[in-house]
């Protein structure tokens, strides 16, 4: 049957842009798809922390008065300085992007080392609060060995604790790993003004990272 | 020119062997690394066709331990561990990834007119995590079985002995490989339709799939983080679920349904969406309020988020709590009411075919409005205190999830197995098939809802002597059912053993642009991009080849 025959042939990509794939017709929609894609993404993890989210409502409802008085154990300086931390990575992400888009390659490679160095910051500063919690005897469920003076429920306060903030803490983990990437590629010239999606899918990830924190500080830190 | 070129719809003549994305670099290495959307259909139809056998044979011997009220040949502890094998194969390895994963995979590209969904090497790496989680299930049935049924209610599931963590993280895999389906589908709908197609232009598998995609990805996070704090209260007592500590593990029953009562709606919309698609076809007629049925779907997607409280009428919930989610489990019937209606107009007057896709097509009616109509009886508290963990639930979601999603699964293959293999298979033995599932699926369940509503519970492995006789006619009914599905599978597959692609590039006349390319489809699905030219079941325009888009690249 002749009516196959067609005048387009679908694997010459010779003019196209190499970051093109084969099932697109153009970056543009590539660029959008992506985009679609993350955001759907975000908000499985929207989700999947939500329901942490609620089960601290429900318990720090039902035990409201250990939730205070095991949030004394937590240094809010420590929380504040972090919060500060990942907002100033949250604008070097920004710049980084911009940078890209600008094919600023100098600007690009700056600004995704100043994230990277934030996050890091972050992940220590982190480590301090935990082995202070693990000398203290404050860990979760079974570990639980606080034996100072404390109400019932107490550590259900730190199920909660350690889950929540362990599980951002793999988040930021996961993307100093991918920033890392991001860094090797873009030493290598791979992003510039008309293919930077990885960084700015990156961005918005990160941005939900740092987001996720600024609702955990005030509830782990500030309950008083 | 292409647009004038009209093909018989019922052509059958034999084609030469093309080139095509089965034989196409047809190498194991080349299988096991593709990102071909047809072939990874392919592989999880393969995949979730296996779990399936497996839980059916399960399912056969749970019937056959329930032929006498004594024990016959297992004893309490085994049966428990069978049932939670055949419910959690079943939902999470069979019926949640069988539409979506194996016929979407494959169809929806397809009909969208795309090469490929919008991100393949993420559909990849979907099945390796499916068959990670797989393995993992696999193992934990090896290592001692589940007994806690598929629920995983605590405190039980965090006290009882054996691989209960290995199985909630299998669930806790298994739902990232549903969350990439989902995301990748959501995508690809938006951004990969061919020129030509707007959201009204889509086929209503389309819209069923779009929709399911939407429930996996906001539900399957909640059963994610579920899992994980049910393994962590099992391994290290956090007591978020443990009330002597504390906790609440009426909370694990919230965050359990919040996900597991949208999933119903993961297994339902997809067999809604291959029926939306397989009526119209078989009675030559435009859909009848094809807007109502999108959105008939998409709102029985938002609804289902909202009625999760109606599994928990006797966990001690608030009556308030308890009322206000009857009423919204109510609204659920709506759309559903609209759906069947809709699909009944399509029907009326219509030149109606009856080949073995109509046939299942028309066992999904009947079966799904018995199940569906039952589920009200269920939303109603009062009668659901009545028959709370009776057989009556049992035969309820054996109607919808069976009767329902399994039963369009099955017509849905028999309706798209000529374009996946161009090769049809022997329509007089499938229709005994299809007749035989019908007899038997009834025959195992309508005596469930009998014995139910006569007080017979769920989950007993023996029970008393007055309840014999619906139990032996609901073993005989399994044995129907079983040796039907086993023959449809036979006929099926004995087709393959054909030499020739016979079955024609339209066998049923369809309108929608999956068959507007050859059978079995060349790799890139279509020669060029083609454009859409008349709705979806525009019946008065004559059957085309695809027309193809000059220059798009």
Redesign the interface.
Known sequence: ?S??????????HAHHDPNL?????EME?QF??SK??MW??L???V??????FV?YG??QG??PE?FKSAHHHLDWRMGALNTIVLLVSSFTMVMAVWSAQTNNQKALIRNLILTIGCACTFMVVKYFEYSHKYHEGLL????YSYTGPHQ??E??FF??YF?MTGLHGIHVTAGIVVLCYLLVQARKGAYNASYYTPIDLTGLYWHLVDLIWIYLFPLFYLIS | MANTVTSSPTKTGTAPPHLNYLTENNTLKAWLTTVDHKRLGLMYLGAVMSFFFIAGALALLLRLELLTPKQDFMDSATYNKVFTLHGAIMVFLFIIPSVPAALGNFVLPLMLGAKDVAFPRLNLASFYVYCTGAVMALVAIIGGGVDTGWTFYTPYSTTTEGPVGLMAMAVFVLGFSSIFTGINFVATVHKLRAPGMGWFQLPLFVWGIYATALIQVLATPVLGITAVLMVMERAFHIGIFDARLGGDPVLFQHFFWFYSHPAVYIMILPGMAIISDIIPVFSKKTMFGYRAIGFSSVSIAFIGFLVWGHHMFTSGQSDLASAIFAFLTYLVAIPSGIKIWNWLATMYQGSIDLRTPMLYAMSFLLLFAIGGLTGLYLGAISVDIHLHDTYFVVAHFHYVMMGGTVIAFIGGIHYWWPKMFGKMYNEKLAAIACWLVFIGFNVTFLNQFMMGSQGMPRRYWTYLPEFQRYHVGSTIGSWILGFGLVMAAGVLLASLRKKEYDAGDNPWGARTMEWETVSPPITHNFEGQPVLRHGPYDFRVEPTPATVAGGRH
Not at chain 1, 3 to 12: E, F, G, K, R
Not at chain 1, 21 to 25: D, E, G
Not at chain 1, 140 to 143: I, L, S
């Open positions: 049957m009516s196959h025959a067609v005048t387009a042939d679908h694997d010459s794939q084969h099932h697109f017709a929609q959008e798809c679609i894609g759907l993404f908000a499985t993890e989700l999947l922390f939500g329901g942490l089960g429900l318990m039902q035990h250990a979760p469920g079974a570990f019932n429920a550590f259900v199920s909660f889950m």
